[in-house]
């Protein structure tokens, strides 16, 4: 086969080689129940140690002490192709991926530290048709806040960034042969793995004793070419993230809190390069994507003195051009509406939760590669934390 034609099809045969299919294009709408439930607000007030995900200087305005929290996130695509040259692929199968991840965090006076394992995402598609695309990538963190003075506090964080790919996909559009086919048995890892380091640096500053802003620069994930023996992808990576936030304690009892963020997929999501080493196939394929401006909105309310209630909302426009959007990886979503509690059961043990429900976006491809696909897909997402406090 020659290689423009491999080209050409590789748009409506190939997953975008992006890390998992979250929710503002590749990225969750919010870490951490305490924020998610807040329509992913994180900025500037303290979120327990889904901060070290978030904007680590938040860290800084914890108590004293030790805090562990426990946590299990869920992500539930419902995605549907009715429409595709090759006839109705029906609905994708892989419907549910989980995300664990769990967090350490010690408070002593003006210092705070700590390590985390926070899984970034984790999703993918499978047809019947056989064609399939899974991705994972997770996070080793390290982070630390000091509080310069009563008012100011800066933070940061170093970052082991994994990535791990699987992907059976056809090219050519003849059932009978998978021209790309590398994957394992596993939820949580990918046939072709790449790693790397990356970092953060981010504030937090009480303007009043009521109104504290907050800000983050996340770096890319630089991470290196996925592997697998024959299979090598090149020029994939994860993009900076600059995010600036404001919380709002307008009583005792209700907190507001807003965040934007400028997603920068236009730095990292370009053209990525797909090569068997053994077969000598190489196959470069355009993804440009537009950067993303995030609006997260949130409220919290302290019902009583061990229940609080948050309602929040989301907003990231689809970074995927239409002529390039893909029906293996659509990260297409849009708009999602939030809720969530806390509990106290003590002092010292809490329980979060927090629902995501994103409402139904619908594609079709108007590109030379991929017209005649029709792609919908909406989801419905969970996260749930247990915290011990000593």
């Given at each position: 086969?020659?290689?423009?034609?491999?080209?050409?099809?590789?748009a409506?045969?190939?997953?975008?080689p992006a890390?998992?299919?979250?929710?503002?294009g590749?990225?969750m709408?919010?870490?951490?129940p305490?924020?998610?439930?807040?329509?992913g607000a994180?900025?500037?007030?303290?979120?327990?140690?889904?901060?070290?995900?978030?904007?680590?200087?938040?860290l800084?305005l914890?108590a004293?002490?030790?805090?562990?929290?426990?946590m299990l996130?869920?992500?539930g695509?419902?995605?549907?192709?009715?429409?595709s040259?090759?006839?109705?692929?029906?609905a994708?199968?892989?419907?549910?991926?989980?995300?664990?991840a769990i967090?350490?965090?010690?408070?002593?006076?003006?210092?705070a530290?700590?390590v985390g394992?926070?899984?970034?995402?984790?999703?993918?598609?499978?047809?019947?048709?056989g064609?399939?695309?899974?991705?994972s990538?997770?996070?080793?963190?390290?982070?630390?806040a000091?509080a310069?003075?009563?008012?100011?506090?800066?933070?940061?964080?170093?970052?082991?960034?994994?990535?791990?790919?699987d992907?059976?996909?056809n090219?050519d559009?003849?059932?009978?042969?998978?021209?790309?086919?590398?994957?394992?048995?596993?939820?949580?890892t990918?046939?072709?793995?790449g790693?790397?380091?990356a970092?953060?640096?981010?504030f937090?500053?009480?303007?009043?004793d009521?109104?504290?802003?907050?800000?983050?620069?996340?770096t890319?994930?630089?991470?290196?070419?996925?592997?697998d023996?024959?299979?090598k992808?090149?020029?994939?990576?994860?993009?900076?993230?600059?995010?600036?936030?404001f919380?709002?304690?307008?009583?005792?009892?209700?907190m507001?809190?807003?965040?934007v963020?400028?997603?920068?997929?236009?730095?990292?999501?370009?053209?990525v390069?797909?090569?068997?080493?053994?077969?000598?196939?190489v196959?470069?394929f355009q993804q440009?994507w537009?950067?993303?401006?995030?609006?997260?909105?949130g409220?919290s309310?302290k019902?009583?003195?061990?229940?609080t209630g948050?309602?929040g909302?989301?907003?990231?426009?689809n970074?995927?051009?239409?002529?390039?959007v893909n029906?293996?990886w659509?990260?297409?979503?849009?708009?999602?509406y939030?809720?969530?509690?806390?509990?106290?059961f003590?002092?010292?043990?809490?329980?979060n939760?927090a629902?995501?429900?994103?409402?139904?976006?619908?594609?079709?491809?108007?590109?030379?590669?991929?017209t005649g696909?029709?792609i919908?897909?909406s989801?419905?997402?969970?996260?749930?934390?247990?915290?011990h406090?000593?």
């Amino acid at each position: 086969m020659q290689l423009n034609k491999l080209a050409a099809t590789l748009a409506v045969g190939l997953v975008a080689p992006a890390t998992a299919l979250a929710t503002n294009g590749m990225i969750m709408e919010g870490y951490g129940p305490i924020a998610t439930g807040m329509g992913g607000a994180s900025m500037a007030y303290d979120n327990g140690t889904a901060a070290m995900a978030n904007n680590p200087a938040t860290l800084g305005l914890m108590a004293n002490g030790s805090r562990v929290d426990v946590m299990l996130g869920f992500v539930g695509p419902d995605l549907t192709v009715p429409q595709s040259p090759m006839g109705p692929l029906g609905a994708s199968e892989a419907d549910a991926f989980y995300m664990p991840a769990i967090g350490y965090v010690k408070k002593q006076d003006k210092l705070a530290y700590g390590v985390g394992i926070y899984g970034q995402g984790g999703m993918g598609t499978e047809y019947a048709n056989g064609d399939m695309a899974q991705v994972s990538v997770g996070r080793v963190i390290f982070p630390a806040a000091y509080a310069v003075n009563e008012r100011f506090n800066i933070g940061g964080s170093v970052d082991v960034v994994w990535g791990g790919m699987d992907l059976v996909a056809n090219l050519d559009m003849i059932p009978a042969t998978k021209e790309i086919d590398f994957k394992d048995s596993s939820d949580f890892t990918g046939k072709a793995k790449g790693y790397s380091l990356a970092a953060k640096l981010g504030f937090t500053y009480k303007l009043s004793d009521a109104l504290t802003v907050g800000g983050v620069y996340q770096t890319a994930s630089n991470l290196p070419d996925l592997k697998d023996g024959a299979w090598k992808v090149e020029g994939f990576d994860m993009p900076p993230v600059v995010g600036l936030g404001f919380a709002w304690q307008a009583t005792e009892q209700l907190m507001l809190a807003v965040d934007v963020k400028d997603v920068m997929w236009g730095s990292s999501m370009n053209t990525v390069t797909i090569r068997n080493l053994e077969t000598g196939l190489v196959v470069p394929f355009q993804q440009d994507w537009d950067d993303q401006t995030v609006l997260s909105l949130g409220l919290s309310y302290k019902l009583s003195k061990a229940l609080t209630g948050r309602v929040g909302y989301n907003h990231g426009a689809n970074p995927i051009p239409d002529e390039l959007v893909n029906y293996l990886w659509p990260a297409i979503m849009e708009d999602h509406y939030t809720a969530g509690f806390g509990y106290a059961f003590t002092p010292k043990s809490e329980l979060n939760f927090a629902l995501s429900v994103a409402p139904e976006v619908t594609v079709v491809g108007t590109g030379p590669q991929n017209t005649g696909f029709t792609i919908e897909h909406s989801q419905v997402n969970w996260q749930l934390m247990y915290s011990h406090k000593f």
